[in-house]
């Protein structure tokens, strides 16, 4: 049956000038967090956030023998895994707000559901295996190009950049020109610590009239072919937009 009973559980604080919110959540699994949050002063403000949840199994790219016309081989495929642990994610942080309105903010995020650095190289090792696959005449694989296409289609589908690996920590500055209160500027840093590779944005907005504004934005993504911003098939993108507030 797809119908799962479930209860939510929250609760809010101020304690001793700190905010403080708990919650409890029972679906199929448990899950519970924490936040906190304190200012000091006008311009500082720290802030952390905890999430601990039970998990069972967890798909991970592998390697399995497979035989085929030419013998035993050994394939790349993703595999549930039963791992039946408590899960931890963490994000911990700060900002600042300069006199001129420059605001500047930096987080550290642990990922404990994120793959290992051991489970990064296996990820890679199969999909350079993959390539060849496709790229080569003879399917050189057990099940040959399909099933090199579905190891690459999972991996599309079950990674999520800055959420798939384990440690990273991001930085913000963000403010508006003396000179002009209209634009807007943001500059974005997210460093992967796992494997060195990551991304530099930036962000421009002008408010054209009233709720109207047009945006521009840049991505830059670097690393080595074997790292999880160093292996998307893009260096970088432009983006220009127009958003408008109610």
């Known amino acids: 049956s797809n119908i799962v009973d479930q209860f939510w559980i929250r609760g809010t604080d101020l304690l001793a000038g700190t905010d403080v919110a708990l919650y409890l959540y029972k679906g199929r699994e448990w899950n519970s967090g924490v936040s906190l949050a304190r200012v000091f002063g006008n311009a500082l403000e720290l802030h952390l956030e905890a999430v601990v949840r039970r998990v069972r199994s967890r798909e991970l790219p592998t390697f399995v023998a ?43 995020f642990y990922n404990g559901d994120g793959l290992t650095t051991g489970e990064w190289a296996t990820l890679f090792d199969g999909l350079a295996l993959s390539r060849r696959s496709l790229d080569e005449s003879g399917s050189p694989l057990p099940g040959g190009p399909n099933l090199s296409r579905v190891f690459a289609l999972r991996a599309n589908q079950l990674l999520t950049p800055a959420e798939s690996g384990q440690h990273y920590v991001f930085f913000r500055a963000s403010g508006s020109l003396p000179l ?4 807007a500027l943001a500059g974005f840093y997210l460093l992967n610590l796992q494997d060195g590779s990551g991304t530099l944005s930036g962000e421009a907005g002008y408010r054209v009239w009233r709720g109207l504004e ?15 911003f160093g292996s998307l098939p893009v260096r970088s993108s432009v983006r220009v937009s127009l958003r408008y507030a109610f």
């Open 214 to 228: 047009g945006v521009l934005t840049f991505d830059l993504f670097y690393g080595p072919r074997r790292s999880e």
């Open 66 to 108: 497979l035989g085929g016309p030419a013998g035993t081989t050994l394939t790349p495929l993703w595999k549930e895994r039963r791992v039946d642990r408590l899960v931890g994610k963490t994000l911990v942080g700060g900002q600042y707000t300069f006199p001129n309105g420059l605001n500047l903010i930096a987080e550290y």
């Open 180 to 183: 002009d209160r209209e634009l």
